[in-house]
Structure formats: C-alpha cells, structure tokens
C-alpha cells in the first residue's frame, strides 16, 4: 500500500517550454502533497506544500508564478515548471501524505533537463 | 531559521562495521522521521518517533530520539551492502507546520 508514482520519469525539454509532472497517489487518497526539489548528493528541498481544493502553500524564495502546482483532486497533483531554464535542471520529487498521518510517502521522482 | 543537521555527511565502512548516524535540531520536534533513499531512488520512510528518549529497533536499525526532543541516532548494527544510501532524517517542528523539514543526509557506502 501506499504508492505514490510521478510521470514523467524523466524530461528533456527546451529553454522557454513549459513541462507539466504529474504526481499521483494510488492506493490512498492524499489531502497533502509536497513537492521537492534535490540537486545531487544533496538533501530535499521543499518548495510547496497543496492541500487538496486549495492554494498552494510556497516555500521562501520559490517562484509561484514560475512552478505553478494543482492539487485537483485527492489523488493528483501537478507540477508545472513555466518557461523553464537550464538552472531549472534538478530532480524534483513529490510526497503524499493521508489525513492525519504524519509520515509521507514519495514518488520516484521526475529527472528534469533544459538544455 | 529552523534547521536539522546531521553528521557526518559521508561515511564509508568495511561490510560487517558498525554505522552511526546523528541528526542534530536547532530547536525542539514533535516528532522525528528517518528516510532511506538508494542510489538512484526515492525517500522510503522508515520509523517515527514521538516521545522524549524514545528508542525503536528494526532488525539492525536501532533509533533514538534525544530526552529534549532535539536530536535524534541511527545506529547500524554488522552494515551490509543492502544498506548503501543516503539516510535522511526529517522533523517537524511543536510549531504546528504541517511539511517535513529535511536533515542534510549522511551518505553511506559499504564495502564487501
């Protein structure tokens, strides 16, 4: 149980496009989604918190306007990362966590490249 | 600001050795969390704990939770090479914030 997957695994995408990752919990359903960005070897850096229905909740110094995050339903939440920029490379990994719980369950991640 | 640091960083042993790693908060948790990520993965939750000088064990894995609630060990007992990652503690702080606040990791490689 507890399975949280993300699609893409991996992006490649030009500087200037947008890229849109999904992050979907599958055998649960999830009133809060994390995203998370980890550069290598380092540890994860939260960028936003989403609450199902609601705005999301955005760390110091994360762009709203540039990750743009839906949690539209207790099962999905999207990330999207507007014109993006080669320094905008990273690994971005999103978690999901049950009603009350406190312990979160991630999804694989998506590796994302602008070149 | 709110911080969780852990040492060491990285830390390589001989299959079979002892493995500590130490999580160090600049102010007091509700409650601490231990992730493993393998090379290559996610975060895999592992334990929580909740009360003042708390002491959990998972086979090898024995975890503690400071009396002050403000820092927290992972002590690997006879490490194989099963148990190469990154472990990462996480806490939140009393002050009701509902994300986790992630430790810098400790990186560890076993040698067979």
């Known amino acids: 149980g507890a399975v949280v997957s993300q699609h893409p695994s991996w992006v490649i995408c030009k500087s200037g496009t947008s890229v849109k990752i999904e992050c979907r919990s599958l055998d649960f359903q999830a009133t809060t989604m994390f995203w998370y960005r980890q550069f290598p070897k380092q540890s994860l850096m939260l960028m936003a918190t989403s609450n199902e229905g609601s705005k999301a909740t955005y760390e110091q110094g994360v762009e709203k306007d540039k990750f743009l995050i839906n949690h539209a339903s207790l099962t999905l939440s999207t990330l999207t990362v507007t014109s993006a920029h080669p320094e905008d490379s990273s690994f971005y990994i999103c978690?999901?966590?049950?009603?009350?719980?406190?312990?979160?369950?991630f999804g694989p991640g998506t590796r994302l490249t602008v070149t | 600001g709110q911080q969780v640091m852990q040492i060491p960083q990285y830390q390589h042993v001989q299959e079979g050795e002892d493995f500590t790693t130490y999580c160090n908060s600049s102010?007091?948790?509700?409650?601490i969390q231990w992730y493993k990520q393998r090379p290559g993965g996610h975060p895999v939750f592992l334990i929580q704990?909740?009360?003042?000088?708390e002491v959990k064990k998972q086979k090898r894995l024995t975890f503690q939770f400071g009396e002050a609630k403000k820092n927290s060990s992972l002590h690997i007992t006879a490490t194989q090479t099963t148990d190469v990652g990154t472990y990462f503690c996480a806490g939140h702080f009393d002050t009701g914030r509902r994300a986790l606040t992630f430790g810098s990791g400790t990186r560890l490689q076993v040698q067979p």
């Open positions: 704990l909740v009360k003042s000088g």
């Open positions: 102010t007091t948790l509700s409650n």
């Open positions: 978690s999901a966590r049950v009603y009350r719980a406190s312990e979160q369950y």
